[in-house]
């Protein structure tokens, strides 16, 4: 059996979906349980968001690049300025430099997936993923979701227990996207990594969910959790790509909420169509998890969501880091102004 998630039970977390962990098929070669078709699950309670009384420190994973999209090393404290709410405050810890990572790896194989060969991209790019993390060093765990989240593996160093489990398997189900994120990032908060991320592989199509975008955004952004994107699509159906079959002039989709969520997080989103579209894209992701920055400053004493901007001294640098912070008394249902 799939085991549950840990947490610390001194913090009380979100009732954000009813997750039900399914069964891992047994075997010499673990696989998916893949969902199959049968009564439809009963609806999820309305999510309830709340957050810790207080905060003693704010610590925000931050990356830099440059006009060209290259990550920008060797920046130092003073390089940085932190804006609370629009005010100043000061840098009371900095930390620079490669250090494990800590990646959890959710997987969409809801029924959506099934479509244009998007599944066949997905799996290739689960392979991918696991090959760029480095043995005995960094750690990850494999999640997958269509109307419930599934652990498939826990966090392990054991990188070898990941790449064996097979993701053969019809895909079937709802998409509840949002809510699968949001319970994912809580398992990533729970590991003591400075640098820690949830990469999620889907198609972007979410038909079951009942937390929003901003909601799911403020979860990752209270607990630092950077959300990073892997969209796969058929070529056809790719952005200003090649091949694509229709111009996206004037037209919005569900992929620009995704990229907001991601962006919120102080995360990245990419798409997929081509193999080499994911190569480029997951060499990225790990060249800016290895030189994330770490600023840590002394919270607000106003209670309620702090924005947060963070900026660098030196002109034509882009920085990418979580929108805000929760302080004070408990909130319920996270506001969507962002």
Excluded: C
């Excluded at 610590?59 to 390089?79: K, P």
């Excluded at 593996?153 to 990941?162: I, M, W």
């Excluded at 579209?277 to 400053?297: C, G, S």
Aim: hydrophobic fraction near 40%; charged fraction near 20%.
């Amino acid at each position: 059996m799939a085991r549950p998630l840990k947490h610390r039970a001194a913090v009380k977390r979100p009732s954000i979906i009813g997750v039900a962990f399914g069964a891992l098929l047994m075997g010499s070669t673990p696989a998916v349980g893949f969902a199959q078709q049968g009564n439809a699950p009963a609806q999820p309670a309305e999510p309830q968001v709340t957050f810790k009384a207080a905060v003693e420190a704010v610590t925000v994973s931050t990356a830099v690049r440059d006009m060209h999209g290259h990550v920008v090393q060797g920046l130092t404290a003073a390089d940085f300025q932190v804006l609370d709410t629009g005010s100043p405050v000061k840098i009371s810890d900095f930390y620079v430099g490669e250090s494990p990572i800590s990646l959890a790896i959710l997987l969409d194989i809801s029924g959506s997936m099934a479509v244009g060969g998007n599944i066949e991209r997905a799996r290739e790019a689960v392979g991918l993923a696991t090959t760029s993390l480095r043995d005995a060093s960094d750690e990850a765990a494999l999640f997958t979701f269509d109307s419930k989240l599934v652990q498939v593996v826990e966090f392990t160093k054991d990188l070898a227990e990941v790449r064996r489990v097979s993701l053969k398997g019809n895909p079937w189900g709802q998409t509840s996207l949002y809510d699968a994120i949001g319970q994912a990032a809580r398992a990533v908060a729970e590991r003591s990594s400075k640098h820690r991320a949830l990469l999620v592989i889907t198609d972007g199509v979410d038909t079951g969910s009942r937390l929003t975008p901003p909601q799911v955004s403020a979860i990752a952004s209270e607990i630092d959790v950077p959300v990073y994107l892997l969209t796969v699509v058929n070529p056809a159906d790719h952005p200003g790509g090649e091949f694509a079959v229709l111009a996206n002039e004037g037209k919005r989709t569900e992929t620009a909420t995704l990229a907001d969520l991601a962006r919120w997080t102080g995360g990245d989103m990419r798409i997929a169509s081509l193999p080499a579209h994911t190569v480029t894209a997951l060499n990225d992701l790990f060249t800016e998890l290895r030189h994330q920055y770490l600023i840590t400053f002394e919270p607000g004493t106003r209670p309620g969501w702090h924005p947060l901007e963070i900026r660098t001294r030196k002109k034509n640098l882009i920085v990418h880091a979580r929108s805000g912070y929760m302080s004070g008394p408990s909130l319920s249902q996270v506001g969507s102004s962002r």
